[in-house]
Nanobody, 117 residues
Framework: QVQLVESGGGLVQAGESLTLSCQAS????????MGWYRQAPGKERELVAR???????DYRDSVKGRFTISRDSAGDTLYLQMNGLKAEDTGLYYC???????????WGQGTQVTVSS
């Protein structure tokens, strides 16, 4: 079982930056994949970025070069550094953790990011 708590969202202007944090209730190194998802009003939830236990990272095309996903050295916090924010980045951002051997799929409650143009 993993509890996840996101923070760091807010209202910013286009071009500015935000860093989202996801605090986990346990060390994340045993988690197979950690990811950030977002959901805009009236749209489906979509993957923004993910990082595997081996450190492999993957991003959706629209955020490549602007967003960076990372974990801290203690292994219990996931980050999403977002630079050059655009209005289309607006949404509720969720942290996700998947442990395949346990069929675990855990979500945080989300943190709102609003980018004004």
């Amino acid at each position: 079982q993993v509890q996840l708590v996101e923070s760091g969202g807010g209202l910013v202007q286009a071009g500015e930056s935000l860093t989202l944090s996801c605090q986990a209730s346990r060390n994340l190194f045993s988690v197979d994949v950690m990811g950030w998802y977002r959901q805009a009003p009236g749209k489906e939830r979509e993957l923004v970025a993910r990082i595997t236990s081996g450190g492999y990272t993957d991003y959706r095309d629209s955020v490549k070069g602007r967003f960076t996903i990372s974990r801290d050295s203690a292994g219990d916090t996931l980050y999403l550094q977002m630079n050059g924010l655009k209005a289309e980045d607006t949404g509720l951002y969720y942290c996700n953790a998947r442990i395949y051997s346990q069929r675990g799929d855990y979500w945080g409650q989300g943190t709102q990011v609003t980018v004004s143009s």
